[in-house]
Nanobody, 126 residues
Framework: QEHLAESGGGSVQSGGSLRLSCAASGYTFRSYCTGWFRQAPGKEREGVAVIASDGSTSYANSVKDRFTISKDNAKATLYLQMDSLKPEDTAMYYC????????????????????WGQGTLVTVSS
């Protein structure tokens, strides 16, 4: 059974950095498209960054050049390095996965991902 567990959230001041981790188990990590999504209070869940089995990536425009997604297949762990954080980055961050080797047709659409973690809260103060 697929299981995802996020960690690394916390509170940070504007301009600071955080690194989120997502430990995966119960499936062949390297054969899944995985990504990070977030949901702020009163807003819909949105895609932040995704990475395919071949290492290709896609980022939301709002985080491009500030966030970096990566993964370690040997550790079955997904990462999100977040730099130059802004108050508008405040949200619950979730990792998710779907069976598939390439970004298409999954991309940044939350509805296309089957398996989800419980989330980790990121709060950025001004």
């Amino acid at each position: 059974q697929e299981h995802l567990a996020e960690s690394g959230g916390g509170s940070v001041q504007s301009g600071g950095s955080l690194r989120l981790s997502c430990a995966a188990s119960g499936y062949t990590f390297r054969s899944y498209c995985t990504g990070w999504f977030r949901q702020a209070p009163g807003k819909e869940r949105e895609g932040v960054a995704v990475i395919a089995s071949d290492g290709s990536t896609s980022y939301a425009n709002s985080v491009k050049d500030r966030f970096t997604i990566s993964k370690d297949n040997a550790k079955a762990t997904l990462y999100l390095q977040m730099d130059s954080l802004k108050p508008e980055d405040t949200a619950m961050y979730y990792c998710a996965a779907v069976p598939g080797l390439r970004l298409r047709p999954y991309g940044l659409g939350p509805g296309r991902y089957n398996y989800w973690g419980q989330g980790t809260l990121v709060t950025v103060s001004s």
